[in-house]
């Protein structure tokens, strides 16, 4: 068992360790009726010595049977010490158009780049920007990884250019980007702003939510080991209530979510089978993720599984 009270580093170095073996599971790996759509890597450096390459990517593509991925950039200075740009993203498509689908990332605080005008970006130039990445290319906006509350004003406005520009947004919630409570009261606020928005949920925050016991110190850590659901969890409510909210099943609190309680898990993928998207989060090429094993013993239906593989990214990112 890995202990996911841990950061997420040293849950990627104990995955790799234990190979991420789960009890009950067959040696020979079941065959796959859809190939994946991941809506979430990232080629570059998260860790030091640990650089993704995008052949790296690709060969772990190819292990996995992922058809295609999203390459997020990393701009601000709370997700990464070493930035990963948007037109990186985007020379990965340019070089594989045919396997990566490239998103593009501005952090709110940022300069405007207008000679005339120094200052922080309006609204009017942050969608001109984000319309020209557009244009270039790029099918969604993130990660959206901000040390700000997710209604701060400076979001807000990310939101609002992000809508006029018509890219679905991937965030990261906890409690130092992003930055929500439990009920999610203040990402509740950009879903009844924007209801034409997709806002694809990812992390530690937004996965607890999936429990009406939900903690403020939930908001920083994953679950220790499996850990019962209980009712009333703000994801249920909000997805009830709002046709734009989705979540990203990549990183540990993707897999920590729906393996914390298996059986309350399984029901959530299938309840919410039209708001589900298939991620692993790739961060370095010697990388180990559980979600496979995990979504193979679940024996979910196979239009559950055409869905969250793929069927949901195609339909969101017009692809």
Known sequence: MIDCSMNRRSFLRAAAAVGLGRAGIAADKPRRKYPYIDIHTHVGRYYWGKELTIDGLLKLMDKHGIERACVLPLVSPESTVFPQTSDDALATFKAHPDRIIPFCCVDPRTNSGNPKRFGRLDLASMTALLKRY??????????????????????????????????????????????????????????????????????????????????????????????????????????????????????????????????????????????????????????????????????????????????????????
């Open 134 to 319: 557009r244009d270039l290319g790029a099918r969604g906006f993130g990660e959206h990884q901000v040390g700000l509350p997710f209604d701060h004003p400076l979001m807000m406005t990310t939101y609002d250019a992000c809508d006029r520009a018509g890219l679905p947004i991937l965030f990261h919630l906890d409690d130092i980007r992003g930055i929500d409570s439990p009920g999610l009261p203040r990402l509740e606020n950009a879903l009844k702003s924007f209801p034409k928005l997709p806002l694809i949920g990812h992390a530690c925050g937004f996965w607890a939510s999936i429990s009406g016991d939900a903690l403020d110190e939930d908001f920083r850590r994953y679950p220790s080991g499996p850990k019962p659901v209980a009712p009333g969890g703000a994801l249920d409510r909000l997805m009830d209530k709002y046709p734009n909210l989705y979540g990203d099943l990549s990183e540990p609190g993707g897999y920590w979510a729906i393996h914390r309680d298996e059986a309350f898990g399984r029901d959530f993928i299938i309840r919410r089978a039209d708001r589900l998207l298939f991620g692993t989060d790739f961060l370095m090429a010697d990388q180990e993720i559980p979600h496979f094993e995990l979504l193979d013993s679940l024996k979910l239906p196979d239009g559950v599984q055409a869905k969250i593989y793929r069927e949901n990214a195609i339909r969101l990112l017009k692809l």
